[in-house]
């Protein structure tokens, strides 16, 4: 069973903090990880995606993949109350296909 | 650019009865997915059309069916409604490319329904 695990959280941290979120995969064949916002009663929205191992920036958001230890990971910068939302990770199963594995996703919230 | 969308937003519906979900995707797309999401849970991936076949599918049963329409448009049909069949239905679409490498994925607004 390939799995996309993820801590439900809920992960608080002061507005203007460091946001770490955190994945793990259980397929080694797996090649891309994909991050969705999705707020409370809405569609999940893509965040970052992410191929190679290493860091991969976008504005205040950096995604990092570790494919040893299968382990990926989006970190927000700055974090603000509006970032607070639900943070799914999502790896396509059986790699050339767009069936996405999703993670039950990681609570966020932002106190002011 | 419109982005994926469908209809309706809301349903309700008693145990028993059959409900067509319907979506459209993004322009350009011609790839579309279907998604259950229950509460507290990641999005479960449902099937997959595309040149008006279905192309994969996930662990659901076969009263989940589908249609891909000629101009992309996708419809999710399921039967004999369960109480455990409440849940965002969310559709996905992405584009031509995505044949053979893995693209990004853009959802629509969902359908919530509810099975009373």
């Known amino acids: 069973q390939k799995e996309v695990e993820q801590n439900s959280g809920p992960l608080s941290v002061p507005e203007g903090a460091i946001a770490s979120l955190n994945c793990t995969y259980s397929?080694?064949?797996?090649?891309?990880f994909f991050w969705y916002r999705q707020y409370s009663g809405k569609s999940p929205e893509l965040i970052m995606s992410?191929?190679?191992?290493g860091d991969k920036e976008d504005g205040r958001f950096t995604a990092q993949l570790n494919k040893a230890s299968q382990y990926v990971s989006l970190l927000i910068r700055d974090s603000q109350p509006s970032d607070s939302a639900t943070y799914l990770c999502?790896?396509?199963?059986?790699?050339?296909?767009?069936?996405?594995?999703f993670g039950t996703g990681t609570l966020l919230a932002v106190q002011p | 650019d419109a982005g994926v969308t469908q209809s309706p937003t809301h349903l309700i519906k008693t145990r028993g009865q059959q409900v067509t979900l319907r979506c459209s995707p993004k322009?350009?797309?011609?790839?579309v997915s279907w998604y259950q999401q229950a509460l507290g849970q990641g999005p479960q991936f449902i099937f997959q059309y595309y040149e008006e076949e279905e192309r994969q599918r996930g662990n659901f049963p076969d009263r989940f069916s589908g249609h891909q329409f000629p101009n992309y448009s996708s419809e999710l049909n399921v039967n004999a409604l369960l109480l455990g069949d409440s849940a965002l239905y969310l559709c996905?679409?992405?584009?031509?490319?995505?044949?053979?490498?893995?693209?990004?994925?853009?959802f629509g607004p969902g359908t919530r329904l509810t099975v009373l």
């Open positions: 322009s350009g797309h011609d790839t």
């Open positions: 999502a790896s396509p199963y059986g790699g050339a296909t767009n069936k996405l594995i």
């Open positions: 996905a679409s992405s584009p031509l490319r995505s044949r053979t490498s893995t693209d990004t994925q853009y």
């Open positions: 397929d080694r064949g797996s090649q891309s």
């Open positions: 992410i191929y190679s191992n």
